[in-house]
Every structure is written in C-alpha cells, then in structure tokens.
C-alpha cells in the first residue's frame, strides 16, 4: 500500500525545485523531506528522483507524481465546497495575456479557486502534464497524454509585425534585409519566428531579442526593437493605429490550442473546463477552419 506521506514529498520536490523549498512548503525539515524520498526508494527499489540542481523525476517517479495528482482531483470531489482548491496548470503566455483570464473569471464565479498558473510555451508545456506537475494543460499538442484526455480550444492567429519607423530603418521591403534584422522572441522555446522566417526562406534570424513577458515583447515592438509574432487578439487596437505594421501583408500563422486534463477529472475542474472552452469558443478561431 502507497504512503501518501512520501508521495506528497516527492511531489513538492518535483514542483518546487528542490529539497529546501520542499520542506518549506510542507512545514518539515529538510532531512525529513530526504528521509522520505529515500524511504519511498526503498520500498519502491529503484530511484524516484535523479539528484541533480534542481532535482529531476526519474520516469517512476513521473508515474507516482501523476498517481498523487489524480488522486488530488478524486478527493477534492470528496470534501465539502468551504475551502478555496488549488489548480495548478500550464498555458502559455499569450493566452495568458489575452482571452485566458476572462475564463478564469467565470469559473471563479462559480466556484472558489486558487490558481497557480505555470507559464510554457506552446510547443512544450504537455511535458508537465506528462510528470504529473500538473491538473491541466494549454499547449498545441493534440495527442493526450496517457490517463488524460483531450480537447479542442480554438486557433490563436499571429502576425509578423513590427513598427513602421523598424520597418523603415531596416528595409524589410527587402527580403534580404529581413534575416539581418533584430527579432523578437519570448524565450528559447519560441519558434513561432524561425517559422515565419522559413515561410519567407531564411534559415533562421541574424539577431535576438529574448523578453520573457508577453506585454513586453508587444511594448519592445511598439518602441521599434524588433519585429515579432505577436497574437492578433492582443495588438488589433495598435494594428488599427498604425502602431504596428504587417511585415508581409496577407501573412499570417494559425496555432491550434488544446486543453488537456485527466480522466479522473473532479466536479469542480470539469466547471473550470466548460469555462475555458467557452470562452475559447467565442475569441478563438475554430479549429474546424485551421488548415
């Protein structure tokens, strides 16, 4: 029989970090945090953590973490609607900073909810649906991952835009000129440019910016630093200004949003899911159209 005790220290481990910050978290000591992964080891006869900085689940270690968060969800069916639960789950950054929100809203109406939102990008934030770090998930991917399920949001349109004076400085009616230009990028993960680089038959962008907020990277574009994907839900207003400019006219990339969560979803995340596809459905482009 599973030790709960020892399953949430290893789930603080994973998600915050380290042993210290574990500790913390869970009011103990630190060599009791390190007591218990090892007494968890022993029982299980193989590692759960590989101890590097900070420390990584081993793939049983994944499938234990994942076994606590589903669990998590079935108790908190179980007890009474006075306390506020915690959801912890993983969007991207733009979505965050556009249509996100508002569903967030609506759920909390409904119910009484602590978020703690992970920001990944698009392309990568399954992976922490995938350890179990996780109660759900916003990311581009549409296969689910095993014990969860699936469901279709809406498309996300970017545009390649820049201000008219960068547009100008650099002559980025010269195609040429576009690969030497100073890019915009969120962080490492973000491959949206490389992608409208490669439409326009470049290998990849001469210089970066990296700025890891999404209205920040809409203000370092408005202030002429850089031209960037950027979401059209976010910048129509400066769009209809003339604050920023199309850098291709006509061009655009349509990137598909899904929610995953598990099968063993609790009353109070199927809510919050309701919430969330419907407010996808009313500001996101249907995926049915997306080509």
């Known amino acids: 029989m599973i030790d709960y005790r020892l399953l949430e220290a290893l789930a603080a481990v994973i998600e915050t970090g380290g042993f210290e910050r574990a500790a913390e978290q869970l009011h103990l000591t630190q060599s009791a945090i390190s007591q218990r992964i090892r007494q968890l080891e022993t029982l299980q006869g193989q590692p759960v953590l590989i101890r590097t900085q900070p420390p990584v689940a081993t793939e049983l270690g994944r499938r234990l973490n994942n076994h606590l968060q589903q669990v998590r969800l079935l ?10 639960l915690n959801i912890r789950l993983t969007a991207n950054a733009d979505s965050m900073a556009t249509w996100l929100p508002d569903a967030l809203g609506m759920a909390e109406s409904s119910h009484r909810f602590n978020f ?3 920001v990944e990008d698009q392309d990568i934030g399954l992976k922490r ?4 770090e996780v109660m759900a998930c916003i990311c581009a991917q549409s296969q689910s991952v095993n014990g969860g399920r699936v469901q ?16 100008h400085r650099h002559n980025l009616i010269d195609n040429a000129a576009l690969a030497q230009a100073p890019c915009l990028i969120f962080n490492h993960d ?8 490669a439409d326009q038959g470049h290998a990849g ?13 809409v203000r370092m574009a408005l202030a002429g630093l850089g031209f960037g994907m950027m979401p059209e839900l976010q910048v129509t ?5 003339g604050e920023l400019v199309d850098i291709r006219q006509g061009y655009s990339l349509d990137v598909p949003l899904y929610w995953h969560y598990w099968q063993t979803e609790s009353d ?5 899911r309701h919430a969330v596809t419907q407010q996808a459905s009313r500001v996101l482009r249907p995926i049915s159209n997306w080509q």
């Open 116 to 118: 703690d939102l992970i």
């Open 75 to 84: 108790e908190q069916d179980l007890t009474q609607a006075e306390q506020p």
């Open 237 to 241: 207003e400066a769009i209809n200004q």
């Open 152 to 167: 279709a949001l809406g498309v996300l349109r970017y545009r390649a835009l820049a201000s008219p004076s960068f547009i």
């Open 129 to 132: 649906m995938r350890d179990g």
């Open 190 to 197: 973000d491959r949206l440019q490389h992608r409208f680089l």
């Open 268 to 272: 109070a995340l199927a809510e919050l």
């Open 205 to 217: 962008p001469g210089r970066v910016h990296r700025c890891p907020t999404s209205e920040g990277f």
